[in-house]
């Protein structure tokens, strides 16, 4: 093991997960920022487009990070530049297919449009089941409202949604709407999150899908 790993646990971490470009590349930059010349930095982000954009940027400064990969996380160590850093445009580094390709989907119910309720769960059951089978996944389903009953253990979709999750796609459910609904013991799939960070996944996604 190198001697950047064994120092892994002391460095400064910039957790960038959850996050679309060019967000992860103004974190990046403002962090190193506040650091000096030659000290280290961890960066983790979960979405191959960003870890892309990522090692372009710090590349172009003048270091070569080390990546690590577990599942959809990857991790990079990078030691601060030494060139002036003020002056550049971080969110130029941005991809020309991010975010303009990327989706996150948003359900906000148990059910898929008006109507007759029976239709609407099962046209939901159905829509989330085909979500696997996309040729390009999601980078996120947004749960919000009774859409979070959705991830409950008991829920039809809890594999569907586990698979998604396996395959890379992040299950966001809102916390709030949990604590309301009062399934803090019965969620089966995805990570709680909360307003800010859902506000910033949707802002920064390339486009929505609102079934």
């Not at 550049?88 to 580094?93: F, G, M, R, V």
């Not at 359900?107 to 029976?118: Q, R, V």
């Not at 709030?176 to 800010?196: A, E, F, P």
Request: overall charge negative; hydrophobic content about 40%.
């Amino acid at each position: 093991m190198s001697f950047i790993w064994k120092q892994l646990e002391k460095m400064k971490t910039i957790d960038t997960k959850g996050l679309l470009c060019p967000k992860p590349l103004i974190m990046l930059k403002e962090g190193l920022l506040d650091m000096e010349a030659g000290a280290l930095l961890r960066v983790e982000c979960d979405n191959d487009t960003s870890l892309k954009n990522l090692l372009h940027f710090l590349r172009d400064q003048g270091v070569e990070p080390e990546v690590s990969s577990s599942g959809n996380v990857h991790t990079l160590i990078t030691s601060v530049p030494q060139k002036e850093l003020e002056g550049i445009d971080a969110a130029a580094y941005c991809s020309a297919d991010s975010p303009g390709n990327d989706y996150v989907v948003c359900i906000k119910s148990e059910l898929m449009g008006s109507g007759d309720p029976d239709l609407g769960k099962l046209l939901m059951e159905t829509f989330v089941e085909n979500l696997k089978l996309q040729e390009k996944l999601p980078t996120h389903v947004i749960m919000y409202n009774g859409g979070v009953k959705l991830a409950t253990k008991q829920s039809p979709v809890c594999a569907a949604l586990t698979e998604l999750e396996d395959l890379g796609t992040r299950i966001m459910l809102c916390g709030t709407c949990i604590d309301h609904y009062g399934l803090q013991k019965d969620i089966g799939v995805g990570m709680i999150s909360n307003m800010v960070v859902i506000t910033e996944t949707l802002a920064s996604a390339g486009h929505v899908v609102n079934p």
